[in-house]
T-cell receptor, first 116, second 116 residues
Framework: AQTVTQSQPEMSVQEAETVTLSCTYD???????LFWYKQPPSRQMILVIR??????QNATENRFSVNFQKAAKSFSLKISDSQLGDTAMYFC?????????????FGKGTKLSVIP | NAGVMQNPRHLVRRRGQEARLRCSPM?????VYWYRQLPEEGLKFMVY????????ESGMPKERFSAEFPKEGPSILRIQQVVRGDSAAYFC??????????????FGPGTRLTVT
C-alpha cells in the first residue's frame, strides 16, 4: 500500500515571500501521479498542481512549482510571492495509475498561514 | 459547466438514524469517488463507482455503509444507524469517462455530517 507523509503540520510565511512544503511518499510502483490540493477555510478541495512520474521536468503553474525527486520519493511544493489567499491546508496526494482504481492517497496536510 | 454538486452541505442526524448523501458529478463525467475527512486528517478513499457499477469499495467500512451510482440520477452514499464516529466531512469527486487523460479528480464542496 502507498503512504504519503507530510512532516510539517503547520507553516507560516510573510506575504510576498517564498515557502516550500514537503511531501514524501512510499511506493513500489513505477507509473503514478502526484498532486497538491489546497483546502481553504471554505473546505473546497482545489487542485493546485499535478506531476506525472514519468516526466523528469518539474511541473509549474504560475506561482506554484514542484521539486520532484523520483529516486528520493520526494515531491515538495514551492509557493512564490505568497499571497493572503494562499492561506489554507495543503494536501499532497498520490495516485497509482496502473492499479485500475484511480483512488487518491492523501497525506495529513500542512496548514499554511500567510502573514501580512 | 457546473462543478460537482453535493447536497446537503450540512446534515445533522441522531445516533441510530440514516444519513443519505448525494453527489451529482460534473457534466460528462461518469466516474465518481467518495472520500471521508475526519477532523485534523487528510481525505481517506472510500469507494469508486461508475454508472451502475462499484469498481473499488476497499475503503468502505464493512457494515452500515453503502454506495450506488444509478444509470439516472446522482450517486448516493448511505450510512445506516449512524454513530458519533461517523461525524466527518464527506467529499465526492468525479472524473471523465477516460481518466487516463489526466487522472484529475474534481471535488465537490463536501457534506459535513454531525451525529448527535
Amino acid at each position: 500500500a502507498q503512504t504519503v507523509t507530510q512532516s510539517q503540520p503547520e507553516m507560516s510565511v510573510q506575504e510576498a515571500e517564498t515557502v516550500t512544503l514537503s511531501c514524501t511518499y512510499d511506493t513500489s510502483e513505477s507509473n503514478y501521479y502526484l498532486f497538491w490540493y489546497k483546502q481553504p477555510p471554505s473546505r473546497q478541495m482545489i487542485l493546485v498542481i499535478r506531476q506525472e512520474a514519468y516526466k523528469q521536468q518539474n511541473a509549474t503553474e504560475n506561482r506554484f512549482s514542484v521539486n520532484f525527486q523520483k529516486a528520493a520519493k520526494s515531491f515538495s511544493l514551492k509557493i512564490s510571492d505568497s499571497q493572503l489567499g494562499d492561506t489554507a491546508m495543503y494536501f499532497c496526494a498520490f495516485l497509482d495509475s496502473g492499479a485500475g482504481s484511480y483512488q487518491l492517497t492523501f497525506g495529513k496536510g500542512t496548514k499554511l498561514s500567510v502573514i501580512p | 459547466n457546473a462543478g460537482v454538486m453535493q447536497n446537503p452541505r450540512h446534515l445533522v442526524r441522531r445516533r441510530g438514524q440514516e444519513a443519505r448523501l448525494r453527489c451529482s458529478p460534473m457534466k460528462g463525467h461518469s466516474h465518481v469517488y467518495w472520500y471521508r475527512q475526519l477532523p485534523e486528517e487528510g481525505l481517506k478513499f472510500m469507494v469508486y463507482l461508475q454508472k451502475e457499477n462499484i469498481i473499488d469499495e476497499s475503503g468502505m467500512p464493512k457494515e452500515r455503509f453503502s454506495a450506488e451510482f444509478p444509470k439516472e440520477g446522482p450517486s448516493i452514499l448511505r450510512i445506516q444507524q449512524v454513530v458519533r464516529g461517523d461525524s466527518a466531512a464527506y467529499f465526492c469527486a468525479s472524473s471523465p469517462r477516460l481518466p487516463q487523460s489526466s487522472y484529475e479528480q474534481y471535488f465537490g464542496p463536501g457534506t459535513r455530517l454531525t451525529v448527535t
